[in-house]
């Protein structure tokens, strides 16, 4: 029987409803017809991201709402505890679930996909284990849903069946499991060995955690039990062990992946796969290592370096590709550690900034997706170079494309603005000042990489033979494309709640 507090009910529901949903979408779609199966998958997608909503209160208030199975091992099993960076995630993932089956149905008729049922099948399993590694209570259920994720997005890299996205399956299911068990899996064996309990929260946090109303950040699970050269290697293990984070020389997966269509390339970039691994590694710094910890004898240098490297070496990559997805995946990697080198930071503000990018970040980079694959949908277009004047087609969507690209620079009034000014201030008060001219070089050199899209789109004439004239995506795929952009937005003026939902754990005051 299953172990249940008083606010576990909605943990359960979050975790079965992508289960339920991916076992009646493949019902509908075989039996029924697309459009009970569609109405099926945002019907689910909802009642998810419903669930999911009704722990905010319950973390707010400082509990920790939790699920387990009884009778196993301290530390050991399936276990599952709602902290608030785990919310988050499972907030992101969720929300955008909804969006991201809406603009995939436009998707995949416009491009008349085969194997539909199929796909919103596993995607519908992909959100199920992203929100269980999201609410992940301790390093082994972590580990088992985070493998998960990696075999039920498999089949959607692959999902074309061609030469190159069987290859590029290959890559992705290589480096991924490769990583988690050469590494990650080693981290956890040698961290049991340092401590009784694998959970990320001790048992007294479950029902609250008064040890954080201080605003002191939580202390590891490690902290005063390995120092050291071996504690930093055990860090190195946990970075690299999580391959879904991307870090050079462990990212050619993310690129190759683009094969793949666009929704899946949304799924990859926004939704699910890189947020878990920038996740776990957030989550690993704050709950194993500690904030403290990690500030102390420069442990977490090397993952400062290694982070920082591939910011800008990402984002000089992306200036010099002309493949209108490619680019964007690369800005990927690059955005993606901006939240490892915040972790590594060891700072309370540089945390924050960390767990807000993880927000900002899902929404402008899934518009930027959204709009490629529009691109592609309404005028067959894949190539940056090609984009001259496209803009006047498609101005909504262009105009999209500006606003989640302001937001991914990082300029106000736009959410993204608000995980920078953390994360430069964590450098600076860290004393690690070239990490804050890490972050404001990776700013200017997505401006290069971003704007010059919005300048042909806008500025530069349509090439001759292509006639002017409003010609916008489907609006199953226009309206999601506006939501995100418009949340870059919104988000802005409302960052306050997701400030106060993520200071207990960063150690922020409220």
């Excluded at 507090?5 to 949903?21: E, M």
Aim: charge should be neutral; charged fraction near 10%; include cysteine.
């Amino acid at each position: 029987m299953i172990g249940l507090d008083t606010h576990a009910t909605p943990i359960l529901w979050a975790l079965i409803l992508p289960l339920v949903g991916a076992l009646g979408v493949q019902l509908l779609g075989r039996f029924a017809n697309e459009n009970a199966r569609d109405s099926w998958t945002v019907l689910i997608g909802v009642a998810t991201f419903a669930q999911v909503t009704r722990l905010i209160a319950p973390v707010m208030d400082g509990g920790v709402p939790a699920l387990g199975l009884p009778g196993t091992m301290s530390g050991l099993g399936i276990r599952f505890e709602v902290e608030p960076i785990g919310l988050l995630f499972a907030l992101v993932a969720s929300g955008l679930w909804v969006l991201t089956s809406l603009y995939g149905f436009g998707y995949m008729r416009a491009h008349h996909e085969e194997n539909q049922t199929r796909f919103f099948t596993c995607f519908a399993l992909a959100i199920s284990a992203a929100i269980g590694i999201a609410f992940a209570g301790d390093l082994v259920t972590l580990f088992l849903f985070y493998e998960m994720l990696t075999f039920s997005t498999f089949p959607l890299v692959t999902h074309a069946g061609t030469e190159a996205a069987v290859r590029a399956g290959r890559l992705y299911l290589g480096i991924l499991v490769s990583t988690s068990v050469l590494f990650l899996l080693l981290a956890i064996l040698w961290t049991s060995t340092l401590t009784d309990s694998l959970r990320f929260l001790p048992a007294s946090a479950v029902g609250g955690l008064p040890s954080l109303a201080a605003g002191a950040p939580p202390p590891g699970i490690l902290e005063g039990r390995i120092d050291g050269p071996a504690a930093g290697l055990l860090l190195m293990l946990f970075a690299y062990g999580v391959g879904k984070a991307a870090l050079m020389p462990f990212h050619r997966w993310l690129p190759a992946a683009m094969v793949a269509p666009t929704p899946v390339s949304a799924l990859l970039h926004a939704v699910a796969v890189v947020k878990a691994g920038v996740f776990s590694v957030l989550k690993i710094a704050v709950y194993v290592f500690g904030i403290d910890m990690l500030s102390k004898d420069g442990l977490s240098d090397i993952l400062m370096g290694v982070a920082a490297i591939t910011i800008l070496a990402a984002s000089i990559r992306a200036l010099s590709l002309d493949n209108f997805k490619a680019r964007l995946a690369y800005s990927t990697i690059s955005q993606l550690s901006y939240i490892v080198l915040g972790a590594a930071l060891a700072t309370s503000a540089a945390a924050m900034g960390a767990g807000l990018h993880i927000l900002m970040h899902a929404l402008g980079k899934i518009t930027l997706f959204f709009v490629a694959g529009a691109v592609y949908v309404v005028a067959h277009k894949t190539n940056v170079s090609q984009l001259d004047g496209l803009g006047r087609r498609m101005p909504f969507t262009f105009g999209a494309f500006c606003l989640a690209s302001f937001s991914i620079i990082g300029l106000p009034p736009f959410g993204g603005a608000w995980s920078k000014w953390f994360l430069v201030t964590g450098a600076f008060e860290s004393g690690h000042f070239w990490m804050g001219a890490v972050f404001m070089v990776s700013s200017l050199l997505s401006i290069g990489y971003l704007m010059p899209i919005v300048v042909r789109a806008f500025f530069r004439p349509l090439p001759e033979g292509e006639e002017e004239g409003l010609n916008e995506a489907p609006l199953l795929m226009l309206l999601p494309i506006a939501t995100t952009a418009l949340a870059c937005l919104v988000v802005f003026f409302y960052t306050d709640a997701v400030y106060d939902l993520l200071a207990p754990a960063m150690g922020m005051p409220k």
